[in-house]
């Protein structure tokens, strides 16, 4: 989790939506989903995510999409 709450550091355009607490590095899987979904971050059949909460295999292709994304912008400043 530490590397989930790393990567959302680095993107400034971040929803508030998404909070990462310090206690147990806990991230909120739902408002990470809701943001996912609202900027276009899809699953590996390029679907919607179902926003349930829940960190499967769906939400974490996303968020591998995601971190790719901020990885290609940090490169390009």
Known sequence: MKIIESNLK????????IHAK???NHVDIFGLQKYMN???FT???NKRL????ILGK???SAFEKLCRYIKD???KR
């Open 10 to 17: 680095f993107n400034k355009k971040l929803d508030k939506s």
């Open 22 to 24: 310090n206690d147990r």
């Open 38 to 40: 609202r900027n276009g």
């Open 43 to 45: 699953d590996y059949e």
């Open 50 to 53: 179902v926003e349930d909460g």
């Open 58 to 60: 769906r939400t974490q």
């Open 73 to 75: 912008e940090n490169i």
